[in-house]
């Protein structure tokens, strides 16, 4: 291999290098399945949103997106008003 295009290739080994490791510490670290009590809590927030939807009537494969998530939603405030989670 001619020095130049040696030289070019080692550059841009180095450039995907340095590249590899800003995309690696980019990454956050995803959390590890939830235990415990906060596997409980987690559990019961969304048992609550859905029973919330049901008595509501709102609840099944019919239901508008928009109107759960506001649901879900109003459960969210609730519990955090009430410092359940």
Same mark, same amino acid.
């Given at each position: 291999? #001619?020095?130049?295009?040696?030289?070019?290739?080692?550059?841009?080994?180095? =450039?995907?290098?340095?590249?590899? $490791?800003?995309?690696?510490? #980019?990454?956050? %670290?995803?959390?590890?399945?939830? #235990?415990?009590?906060?596997?409980?809590?987690?559990? =019961?927030?969304?048992?609550? *949103?859905? #029973?919330? *939807?049901?008595? $509501?009537?709102? *609840?099944?494969?019919? *239901? %508008?997106?928009?109107?759960?998530?506001?649901?879900?939603?109003?459960?969210?405030?609730?519990?955090?008003?009430?410092? $359940?989670?």
């Amino acid at each position: 291999m #001619q020095p130049d295009l040696r030289r070019a290739v080692e550059e841009r080994r180095r =450039q995907w290098e340095r590249f590899a $490791a800003w995309e690696d510490a #980019q990454r956050v %670290p995803a959390p590890g399945p939830r #235990q415990g009590e906060e596997l409980r809590r987690a559990l =019961q927030w969304y048992d609550d *949103a859905l #029973q919330l *939807a049901t008595r $509501a009537g709102t *609840a099944g494969p019919g *239901a %508008p997106e928009r109107h759960l998530e506001d649901l879900v939603e109003w459960v969210r405030l609730w519990r955090r008003a009430w410092r $359940a989670e």
